[in-house]
C-alpha cells in the first residue's frame, strides 16, 4: 500500500502474567526504594471524574510507526531497498543477528514458560494471523490464550483506536512467539469505556494484578505509555496518581514476574495530546519505573541472511527514534549508582535495546481490517520490546524458574565483564528527535540505548546462571 506512514493514536487496557514464589535480594532492595503510595492491591484507581484531571491515554508505542500493509507476499531485504527505499527483516533474519540457533539447537524455546501481552480490545483475527506467519517462516504453531477484561466492545476498522491496538496486538504476538516459539502466549485485551477520568491504566494495572496473583505468566509485555507529564499532578504532589498505579508492578517484583515495558518511539521527547511534541526533554511510564525493564530501540543493517554489514546504533531514521532519558518521577534505583554519572539523581532509561527502526522494518501479517489483509512492514520499541520478552522467556527456561525482576542482575552483569554476557555495545547515533536535543549513544552504558543489545546465547546463558 505504498510508504506513507499510517498513523493511529489508540487507548488501551488489559495485562495478565503469572506469579512466582520468591522475592529476589535485588526485587527486595527496589521494594525498599519504592517511592511514594502504591494503591491498594486489587483496586482500579481512577483518580478523576472531571475531564480536566483525567489520567492520560496509554497510546501503542506501534502508532505511526507501520509503514506498508495489505502487500500479497514478503520481499527480501535487497528488494525491499530497491522497491521500498528501506531495509526489511523476517523473523527468521533476526533470530540470526541476535545469536539465537545455539539455544534452539539446545532445546531452549521458551517450553513451559509464559508470556503475557496487555492491549486494549484486541484483534479478532489473531489467531488466524499468528497461524499464517508461522506458516510463511517455517514457525511451530501455537494457541494464543485470548482473556478478555472487562466488556470488550465488538471489532470495528472503521474505528482508529481499535484498529491502531489491533495492529499493536498483531505485532506483539508474532514478535515474542517468533523469538520464543515454544513459550505459551496470554494476550489480555481490555475494553476502553469512553467515560470521564477512566482512560486505561487503571483497568490495566488491574489486570495485571489478577493475572500476577493467579500464575497466569512468568513475564509481561507492555508495549504501550504516556507521557510523565500528562499525569495529574506531575511537578506539584510528587505525581500520587500515577504512583497509585504501580501496586501490580510491586506485586510483580515481589512474586518473581518480569515486566517489560516500552520506553516510546519520539526520542528524548513524547507527542503530547494535541499531537504535537513537547519541545523538551520528557520520560514515559511504566517505562520508566524502576520495577520494569525498560527497552529500547536499535537499528540493523542485515544482509538477506540476517548477517550484519554494519554495526548497530540508536534508532533514529526520521520516521521515529528509541525513547530514553532521565525520568521527571522517579529517583535513581540502585541498580543505577554505578552509572549515576549518566543518569544524576534520577531513573534512567532504557536498560537495553532491540531493533525497533522502521528501516529495518519487521514483517507482520494481518486481516484484521477485511480492505486491508496482506503483509505489512512495522516498526517501533512495540517491536523491539515483545522480542525481548522472547529473551526473558528463553532465560527462565534456561534457569528452571522465573526471574523476576532481571534489573538489577542485568546492570550486574554488564558491569562485570559485559562482553562474556552477552552485551553488544551501540555506540553510534542518538535519539534526538523532532527539534529536542536527545543524547549520545557512548561507550558503556548510555541514555540512547542502555547497555546496547545482545548476542541472545552467551546472554540468555549468563542472565540464567
Request: glycine share 12%; aromatic share 8%.
Amino acid at each position: 500500500m505504498g510508504r506513507s506512514l499510517v498513523r493511529s493514536r489508540s487507548r488501551s487496557r488489559l495485562r495478565a502474567t503469572r506469579a512466582t514464589a520468591a522475592v529476589t535480594a535485588g526485587a527486595a532492595a527496589l521494594l525498599a526504594f519504592s517511592v511514594g503510595a502504591t494503591g491498594t492491591p486489587g483496586t482500579v484507581v481512577a483518580s478523576a471524574t472531571t475531564q480536566a484531571d483525567a489520567l492520560p491515554e496509554p497510546v501503542p508505542a506501534v502508532a505511526g510507526h507501520r509503514l506498508a500493509s495489505g502487500m500479497p507476499s514478503v520481499l527480501s531485504t535487497s528488494a525491499c531497498l530497491a522497491q521500498k527505499k528501506i531495509r526489511c527483516y523476517t523473523p527468521l533474519q533476526y533470530r540470526k543477528a541476535y545469536n539465537l540457533a545455539p539455544l534452539y539447537q539446545a532445546g531452549i524455546t521458551g517450553r513451559g514458560r509464559t508470556i503475557v501481552i496487555v492491549d486494549s480490545f484486541g484483534s479478532p483475527t489473531v489467531q488466524r494471523d499468528l497461524n499464517i506467519f508461522d506458516k510463511q517462516f517455517g514457525l511451530p504453531d501455537t494457541k494464543v490464550s485470548v482473556v478478555k477484561w472487562g466488556k470488550v466492545p465488538a471489532f470495528d476498522p472503521k474505528n482508529e483506536d481499535q484498529s491502531g491496538w489491533a495492529g499493536e496486538t498483531t505485532l506483539d504476538v508474532e514478535y515474542a512467539h517468533a523469538i520464543a516459539p515454544g513459550a505459551r502466549i496470554v494476550l489480555i485485551e481490555t475494553a476502553v469505556s469512553e467515560t470521564e477520568g477512566t482512560t486505561g491504566f487503571p483497568e490495566m494495572m488491574s489486570a495485571e494484578k489478577y493475572a500476577i496473583d493467579h500464575h497466569w505468566g512468568d513475564v509481561i509485555s507492555q508495549s504501550f505509555g504516556a507521557t510523565e507529564n500528562s499525569f495529574p499532578g506531575f511537578g506539584k504532589n510528587g505525581t500520587a496518581s500515577l504512583r497509585q498505579l504501580r501496586y501490580a508492578f510491586t506485586d510483580a517484583a515481589a512474586k518473581g514476574v518480569t515486566v517489560l515495558g516500552a520506553s516510546g518511539d519520539a526520542g528524548a521527547t513524547d507527542e503530547m495530546p494535541d499531537n504535537k511534541s513537547y519541545p523538551y526533554r520528557v520520560n514515559s511510564w511504566p517505562s520508566s519505573d524502576p520495577l520494569v525493564t525498560s527497552v529500547g530501540g536499535t537499528r540493523l543493517t542485515l544482509d538477506d541472511s540476517g548477517r550484519r554489514t554494519a554495526p548497530d546504533v540508536v534508532w533514529n531514521d526520521g520516521f521515529g527514534a528509541g525513547g530514553g532519558g532521565v525520568s521527571g518521577v522517579f529517583a535513581r534505583p540502585s541498580f543505577q549508582n554505578h552509572v549515576a554519572g549518566t543518569t544524576g539523581a534520577h531513573r534512567g532509561t532504557p536498560d537495553i535495546s532491540m531493533s525497533a527502526a522502521v528501516n529495518g522494518a519487521a514483517w507482520v501479517y494481518s486481516s484484521f481490517d477485511p480492505k486491508d489483509v496482506g503483509w505489512g512492514l512495522t516498526g517501533g520499541t512495540s517491536e523491539a520490546t515483545p522480542i525481548f520478552s522472547g529473551i526473558v522467556a528463553l532465560a527462565d527456561q534456561k534457569a528452571g524458574h522465573r526471574l523476576g525482576l532481571i534489573n538489577p542482575r542485568l546492570y550486574a552483569l554488564a558491569e562485570h565483564g559485559a562482553a562474556a554476557h552477552g552485551f553488544v555495545d551501540v555506540t553510534g547515533g542518538d535519539n534526538s528527535y523532532s527539534g529536542v536535543k536527545g543524547y549520545p549513544a557512548a561507550k558503556g552504558y548510555d541514555l540512547a540505548s542502555g547497555w546496547g543489545t545482545i548476542d541472545a546465547t552467551l546472554f540468555v546463558n549468563a542472565l540464567a546462571k
